[in-house]
């Protein structure tokens, strides 16, 4: 029945969202992590002005796992964006590391892309069920009889 298919891309939607957000916490917490720790190894080795950087990409990886979690569009866009630096940075001359680095936010912001248009294009279209006008729901025919 076409509703029970309704339904099932409705399912499916939901689990691929939670995926890309377990894959998106996965991420930000590994540099999350990975910066905390720079921060307390760079304090030690040359004090408060060693850690600027480091702080600072903990704030924008903060600020980018909210994006997505809650903007999807956005966060999407914004991980594309950071994955495209990220490679032009590193790709000229380390193409593995320029894929170990970007890859993952790429591909967590066109997964993020995807399931925001699957949102707004199951939003767009009715049910199977609910094609009936409003004539055919009280019993009445197309030509009101």
């Not at 307390?40 to 903060?62: A, Q």
Request: hydrophobic residues 60%; charged residues 10%.
């Amino acid at each position: 029945m076409i509703v029970d298919s309704a339904v099932a891309t409705g399912n499916r939607l939901v689990i691929l969202r939670w995926i890309v957000r377990a894959m998106l916490v996965l991420w930000a917490g590994f540099w999350l992590f990975f910066n905390i720790a720079s921060i307390f190894y760079w304090l030690g080795e040359e004090g408060p002005k060693g850690i600027v950087v480091h702080v600072l990409m903990t704030v924008i990886i903060v600020i980018l796992a909210l994006a997505a979690w809650f903007l999807e569009l956005v966060g999407g866009i914004l991980l594309i964006v950071l994955a495209g630096l990220t490679f032009y940075k590193w790709g000229l001359h380390q193409s593995v590391v320029a894929l170990t680095l970007s890859l993952p936010p790429f591909i967590i912001g066109v997964l993020l892309i995807i399931c925001w248009a699957r949102t707004r294009l199951s939003a767009r279209l009715p049910l199977a069920g609910n094609r009936h006008t409003s004539a055919d729901s009280k019993g009445k025919g197309a030509t009101g009889e």
